[in-house]
């Protein structure tokens, strides 16, 4: 029987084919080990010969969808042989170019404090087993497990493409959230500094913007933030989920640790910088009983606001998430999978505005109850966002090549929107439905 087995430094346990994918591939055991020897099906130093069932000469890794370095070897146990994802290579962390021709993302949910976001990084390398923004990578025909920890895509022209779009003649100026779905701080920021580009931009446009990461590298920009919070045209939120340092390597396996993401906000609030803290994902039964800490922790370490999510798990991570502590904590795993369906209207999602972020019936009232009053205790306000300047924005002026480009950009676009009205005619419907 396959069994699923952890990788350091990986929260996903596995790799399973996104929901668009129309193939999938399944290990099984077909039981033709059953009659082979140990000395068969092995070296004497104990890697595994080309006749040992799930070795490299009989299952490649490239038959696994997102995981080139995940083979199956079948290990010799007590009982006999087990096929197991092979722990004896680790996943490397690859990026490629994202080209989106755009950079501003804008939604209209009610339940959101803004109205447009701006991501440099799809996929992210923290691995946090809980991220809502997994399923995300099933669009890039991607797994949303461990393929959104290693494949990763970067924004190269996002500071371009970002002026281009403030310099636009109709554009009115609201905060922009930075970094919600995937962390602009994440390791691979170390290296492209996408996100000091963009803050950049904002800072010489006086552009207001929010900032919410579990990243130390954050400090490596407190020089703009500075610059920015003197005109009240920024806010840093840092997401703190559990102070045990057991849990965090599980649940976030790549991110900062839990107290030194205390110690970023006590040197942004020293820094001038308005912080709040965010307990997000609350899990119950797994982390609801820290929210009193992690309040008290964050007011000591300076942060003037907090607020708390109810753990989402669409799509993809309804599967995810229960492999996950099924292999952490598996005698937990059912008391967990039963206090979050209890809060979902018994499903483990419900995506209903209004009700997703903080679930619904007695549970959840009992958790935002407890997390209103440790705000009240720790004497820090309840909420996401700040009221930020926005009088003070000034257009970017477009250098000669950025503009030309701008105008190509313009041009191509309007010529793709004429392509597509043309194929959603009445006529051309047709044509197509007859092809």
């Known amino acids: 029987m396959h069994r699923a087995r952890t990788r350091k430094g990986r929260g996903a346990v596995s790799n399973e084919s996104g929901r668009f994918e129309v193939h999938t591939l399944h290990p099984v055991d077909d039981g033709w080990h059953t009659n082979e020897s140990q000395t068969d099906s092995y070296h004497t130093d104990g890697s595994p010969s080309s006749n040992c069932p799930g070795s490299a000469g009989q299952f490649k890794s490239s038959q696994i969808k997102g995981s080139q370095s995940s083979g199956y070897q079948s290990v010799p146990t007590e009982n006999g042989y087990e096929d197991v994802w092979s722990i004896t290579q680790r996943l490397k962390t690859e990026w490629q170019e994202d080209k989106s021709k755009t950079i501003i993302t804008r939604n209209r949910s009610p339940d959101i404090h803004f109205d ?3 991501n440099p990084y799809r996929g992210c ?3 946090c087993i809980y991220c809502f923004a997994r399923p995300t990578h099933s669009w890039l025909g991607h797994s949303a497990g461990l393929d959104f920890e290693t494949k990763l895509y970067a924004k190269l022209d996002a500071a371009t493409l970002l002026k281009r779009e403030l310099a636009k003649p109709g554009y009115q100026c609201e905060p922009i959230a930075i970094g919600v779905n995937t962390d602009a701080y994440q390791p691979l920021e170390r290296k492209l500094k996408l996100t000091r580009q963009v803050l950049s931009v904002l800072s010489e446009a006086r552009h207001p913007a929010y900032l919410i990461t579990k990243s130390s590298l954050i400090e490596r920009d407190i020089d703009i933030l500075k610059d920015m919070s003197r005109q009240n045209l920024v806010s840093a939120c840092v997401s703190i989920t559990t102070l045990n ?3 965090a390597r599980k649940l976030e396996p790549r991110a900062t640790s839990p107290h030194r993401r205390l110690k970023i906000l006590e040197n942004l609030s020293k820094a001038g910088i308005p912080t709040r803290v965010s307990i997000s994902p609350v ?3 797994l982390n609801e009983e820290e929210i009193d800490n992690i309040v008290a922790a964050a007011a000591d370490a300076g942060a003037v606001a907090a607020y708390a999510i109810a753990l989402r798990l669409p ?3 309804q599967t995810l998430f229960p492999e996950w502590l099924q292999q952490h904590y598996p005698l937990r795993a059912a008391r967990v999978l039963k206090a979050i369906r209890s809060m979902r209207n ?3 999602n419900n995506a209903e505005f209004g009700h997703r972020m903080v679930g619904a019936g007695p549970r959840a009232d009992i958790i935002q109850t407890r997390f209103q009053l440790a705000c009240k205790r720790a004497n820090i306000a309840v909420g996401r966002d700040f009221e930020l ?3 003070l924005f000034q257009a970017p002026v477009l250098s000669e090549k950025v503009a030309e480009s701008t105008e190509s950009a313009q041009s191509t676009q309007s010529t793709q929107s004429t392509n597509k009205a043309n194929n ?12």
């Open 245 to 247: 340092p057991r849990l």
């Open 389 to 391: 300047n926005k009088a």
């Open 424 to 435: 959603q005619s009445p006529k051309r419907q047709m044509q197509l439905f007859a092809d």
């Open 283 to 285: 899990i119950p039964a």
């Open 346 to 348: 018994d499903r483990l």
């Open 116 to 118: 447009r976001s701006l």
């Open 315 to 317: 799509h993809e991570l």
């Open 125 to 127: 390398e923290h691995g």
